[in-house]
């Protein structure tokens, strides 16, 4: 019977196997876990550390600025004529 892992068990797997610095299939075999369920821990892993937490505080000056906080304390100074889509992936790549 195969053992079932809680989701805290699963996440620590994925992070230990990122930290390993091994192939999926040699970590798996060495932690007496299938190879298809330790790829399916990561892709969650990943998933839960891309959902950004909490807000983005955005401080709109009455000049032509815009100033962009992230919650790690990152400042995002914005000019007249920038991208939003592009400020959006800078934004979610440093959350």
């Known amino acids: 019977m195969r053992k079932r892992r809680t989701a805290t068990e699963r996440k620590a797997m994925a992070r230990a196997w990122m930290a ?40 709109s000056p009455a000049g032509p600025e815009v100033v962009v906080v992230v919650p790690s304390g990152v400042r995002v100074e914005l000019r007249r004529g920038f991208v939003a889509e592009e400020v959006g992936r800078l934004v979610a790549a440093l959350c």
Do not use: M, Y
């Open 20 to 59: 390993s610095g091994q192939t999926q299939r040699a970590f798996a075999e060495a932690a007496g876990v299938r190879c298809g369920s330790l790829q399916r821990w990561i892709k969650e892993a990943r998933a839960d550390e891309a959902t950004p937490v909490g807000f983005v505080e955005v401080i």
